[in-house]
T-cell receptor, first 113, second 114 residues
Framework: DAEITQSPRHKITETGRQVTLACHQT?????MFWYRQDLGHGLRLIHY???????NKGEVSDGYSVSRSNTEDLPLTLESAASSQTSVYFC????????????FGPGTRLTVL | GNSVTQMEGPVTLSEEAFLTINCTYT??????LFWYVQYPGEGLQLLLK?????DKGSNKGFEATYRKETTSFHLEKGSVQVSDSAVYFC?????????????FGPGTRLSVLP
């Protein structure tokens, strides 16, 4: 069965370190998304991609970057982790077209000390 | 801009009670509407969706009707179970802009007591 996976599931890091969260989907979806989920804020869009070599900034992109070198993967990098980036991060994917549902990964809980 | 408003809860019900979670939206175009559910420690899962006015989405005893005149998509279930305890998110996808742009509501936490 097709799926979307994230790794690691839990990560503890220190302020200032670079961290990369992996997202891999086997749906062959063109669209991929990164969200963060924080109490009181719901889901907020960080970055998204509509295909290989395409990346776009979302609502809360400062301090994050992504790259899309193939259809299956959209890694999220925190260039210099900050305590404010402690959160649960979700990756999602969908078929092309604005009306299709998004499929979510299980999430990565990141703690920045 | 587009937005989704939903009752934030928490909502606490006894088993077999009737559930309503209100959701209203603002959108420039003709959005698709979704309800997602998130169980503890998991990602979001699609519960149901509706793509045009008067459509009714349904799944696992939950249902919601796309009401364009009131810009609403309220989630209902006739008899909740303890296993329905989760956080429920209303969302829209507006085709008016480039590509896909989902907007999520803040989520409503539901606790069902035995």
């Amino acid at each position: 069965d097709a799926e979307i996976t994230q790794s690691p599931r839990h990560k503890i890091t220190e302020t200032g370190r670079q961290v990369t969260l992996a997202c891999h989907q086997t749906w062959n979806h063109n669209n991929m998304f990164w969200y963060r989920q924080d109490l009181g804020h719901g889901l907020r869009l960080i970055h998204y991609s509509y295909g290989v070599q395409d990346t776009n900034k979302g609502e809360v992109s400062d301090g994050y970057s992504v790259s899309r070198s193939n259809t299956e993967d959209l890694p999220l990098t925190l260039e210099s982790a900050a305590s404010s980036q402690t959160s649960v991060y979700f990756c999602a994917s969908s078929e092309s077209g604005p009306l299709n549902e998004q499929f979510f990964g299980p999430g990565t809980r990141l703690t920045v000390l | 801009g587009n937005s989704v408003t939903q009752m934030e809860g928490p909502v606490t019900l006894s088993e077999e009670a009737f559930l309503t979670i209100n959701c209203t939206y603002t959108a420039t175009g003709y959005p698709s509407l979704f309800w997602y559910v998130q169980y503890p420690g998991e990602g979001l899962q699609l519960l149901l969706k509706a793509t045009k006015a008067d459509d009714k989405g349904s799944n696992k005893g939950f249902e919601a009707t796309y009401r364009k005149e009131t810009t609403s998509f309220h989630l209902e279930k006739g008899s909740v179970q303890v296993s329905d305890s989760a956080v429920y998110f209303c969302a829209l996808s507006d085709p008016g802009g480039y590509g896909q742009n989902f907007v999520f509501g803040p989520g409503t936490r539901l606790s069902v007591l035995p």
